[in-house]
């Protein structure tokens, strides 16, 4: 049984170059409804999908995920 | 070499053994007419030691090699002649911008362009003036014989480093070739100011940068006239001249490294006719001496300045004087080395036109 | 809950100016992944280029020194020939490494000059606006190649690091690219090995790294990524060029 993880997503530095989103292999992230202080809509986590492998993190050009492991 | 004698020694060794016992740690340059010889002495002298040579593909490279070593904290030097001093030019901007202590020395050949390998004196602007782009200024020393090729090489050292800036040796293929018995001594000790700005790795010190990018405008006017307060305490400590038989001269012959040895022999010819003549002799060309020559004008009512060139440290002896006396110049560029008597007989030219 | 992935320790906790997605941000982490993971903030210094990454000493917390266009390698000579007991790296887009920086990033890897060179390669002038650079490949536009990069015109595509590979003086080299999770965490694989050259004393080595410019290619972050892996990385092959492993005489 694979994993289980979280995510947190510290959405003021996002730029929503959605590569995050592009690589998850478990949909878990999405573009959020809202904007952050740059204007932008910023990735957030779909909550309970996330089996921590940290691509989205590996990828993500701004470290603005962190991952978390059981 | 025991620690201090007097020997016979050519004025491209005597440089770079100024720089070894200056404590010069890397030495990088390109060959190029007529300043071999440094690079030849140092890649011989430099091994001896222990410390370090190296030849870089270019001008270019070298004055970035010699940026390295001294934000890595050590001292380090190069040096050209004509060409290759233009090709250092983007170098010595950023060593000002960054405040980087350096030594450059320059042995000047005829130009513009290629020109010959002979001496000359046709780079003084460009030493002057910076030569690179940007509000900069770097100290400038104008040795006119071997023993001052020496010391001020050895000098030029402290200079940089108390001042964190470049500082360049102007002399010409003359001073290059010469050979002449000189006072080989150690480097007196001073109290230098800590180089607390060098790379070396932020061990248990917070990490540091060295820059000359600075976008924002103000922080960039702020840094301008940091540097300026900074150009401003040079011009007041560091200007050197020598006079010469100038107590009751009525004329005075203004001239700068190999044209002064050239000059002073002239004024010697000419005193001896009974003519009152002297020499005023800048050694350091930038800061130029300009109180020093503001006050000869109290005594002498004409200056004659005679250069290896067509005429450049002229502007700056008549912004000294601001037309208070006549100045006058007599230029020999492209190479050419006049004879003491052909001088000799521009003085009397003047004194009689003049009608001293 | 153990957390697995943070900020290296040897960024500070500045945001990026880069653009979004772009590849400079992907790679500092990657570098100072490596610095902190080999505990090397003590000694080692970064020359940053002029460029986009001019600004990298705003990010990296370790010792960094400027170097004019193209002047990187000779910089980095400057310092380990005076301190080799400093890891010297320099930090150089590709008109910096292959177009005027080509005659000092040659003769430092000929020298056998014990530092290393992270080419970041993204066949455009990002800071300046995206124009042409030594490495935009054929038929590829640019504001200064507006008909597309034509060989009888602008010339080919320049490989560097191959060259520098055929170089007795070169120890490592070798090529990444960031277009995937797996190639960017080799990547940085290939950096520690870079450092791990050095470190051993071996020569002069070389990463050089296939990197999006979204802004200058004029498309999405994720079609810039789909760009970097059909075709850039067709032009510039991956894989290890040169490896040396053990230190030659004199």
């Known amino acids: ?70 | 070499m025991n620690k201090r004698e007097t020997i016979l020694m050519k004025g491209a060794d005597a440089i770079g053994e100024a720089a070894v016992r200056a404590g010069c740690s890397c030495y990088f340059g390109y060959p190029i007419t007529p300043q071999n010889e440094i690079p030849e002495y140092m890649s011989r002298r430099m091994d001896e030691v222990g410390r370090v040579f190296l030849q870089g593909e270019s001008e270019i490279a070298s004055i970035n090699m010699v940026l390295g070593a001294a934000a890595a904290g050590v001292r380090a030097m190069t040096s050209s002649s004509s060409p290759g001093i233009s090709l250092k030019q983007e170098g010595l901007s950023f060593l000002a911008a960054m405040e980087l202590p350096a030594v450059i020395i320059n042995i000047n050949r005829g130009g513009p362009g290629l020109g010959n390998i002979a001496p000359s004196q046709g780079d003084y602007y460009q030493a002057t003036r910076g030569g690179g782009h940007g509000d900069y200024r770097m100290p400038v020393y104008a040795p006119a014989t071997i023993q001052e090729l020496y010391d001020f090489t050895m000098e030029s050292f402290d200079v940089a480093d108390i001042y964190r800036t470049p500082v360049m040796i102007l002399g010409d293929g003359m001073m290059g070739q010469l050979v002449e018995p000189i006072i080989v001594h150690e480097r007196e000790e001073i109290d230098l100011p800590p180089k607390d700005y060098i790379l070396n790795g932020a061990q248990e010190r917070p990490s540091r940068i060295i820059k000359s990018l600075i976008l924002d405008t103000r922080e960039m006017e702020e840094h301008n006239w940091k540097l300026k307060r900074k150009y401003d305490l040079m011009r007041t400590l560091l200007p050197r001249y020598e006079e010469f038989m100038t107590d009751d001269a009525k004329l005075v012959i203004i001239a700068y490294g190999t044209a002064a040895r050239i000059a002073k022999g002239a004024v010697k010819r000419v005193r001896s006719n009974g003519l009152k003549v002297g020499l005023f002799r800048p050694i350091t060309v930038w800061p130029f001496p300009d109180e020093a020559v503001l006050s000869l004008t109290k005594k002498s009512k004409v200056f004659l300045v005679f250069e290896m060139s067509t005429g450049q440290m002229v502007d700056d002896v008549r912004l000294a004087v601001s037309g208070r006396v006549d100045c006058e110049f007599y230029g020999r560029p492209g190479g050419i080395i006049p004879s003491p008597q052909e001088i000799s007989r521009i003085i009397e030219r003047y004194w009689m036109q003049k009608e001293l | 809950m153990k957390k697995i992935f943070s900020r290296p320790e040897c960024l500070k906790p500045t945001p990026f100016h880069y653009c979004p997605g772009c590849g400079h941000s992907i790679l500092h982490r990657l570098v100072a992944e490596v610095i902190d993971e080999m505990n090397l903030r003590g000694r080692i210094i970064g020359i940053p280029p002029a460029g986009c990454a001019v600004l990298a000493y705003d990010y990296f917390d370790i010792d960094m020194c400027e170097a004019a266009h193209g002047r990187g390698c000779a910089v980095a000579t400057g310092f380990k020939r005076s301190r080799p007991e400093c890891i010297i790296f320099t930090y150089q887009g590709d008109g910096d490494m292959a177009a005027i920086g080509t005659a000092e990033t040659l003769h430092a890897a000929n020298r056998g000059e014990n530092i290393t060179s992270i080419f970041v390669n993204n066949a455009v002038y990002g800071m300046t606006g995206g124009q042409m650079a030594p490495t935009t490949i054929l038929g590829q536009k640019t504001t200064t190649s507006p008909f597309g990069r034509r060989s009888n015109v602008e010339g080919y595509p320049l490989k560097i690091t191959e060259i520098i590979s055929t170089l007795p003086g070169a120890a490592y080299v070798a090529r990444t690219s960031l277009a995937t999770p797996a190639k960017v965490m080799a990547t940085k694989k290939t950096i520690k090995k870079a450092f791990e050259t050095q470190l051993a004393g071996l020569g002069y080595s070389l990463v050089e790294v296939l990197s999006p410019c979204p802004t200058n290619w004029k498309i999405s972050s994720i079609e810039s990524f789909k760009y970097l892996e059909e075709r850039l990385e067709l032009e510039y092959p991956l894989g290890v060029m040169k490896e040396v492993t053990t230190e030659k005489g004199s």
């Open chain 1, 1 to 70: 049984m694979a994993a289980k993880g979280t995510i947190t997503i510290d959405q003021e530095l996002c730029k929503g170059c959605e590569l995050c989103i592009t690589f998850c292999p478990e949909d878990a992230i999405r573009i959020a409804d809202g904007l952050n202080a740059r204007g932008v809509h910023p990735a957030e986590y779909v909550k309970q999908h996330c089996r921590a492998c940290t691509l989205c993190a590996v990828m993500c050009p701004e470290i603005a995920i962190e991952v978390y492991r059981e």
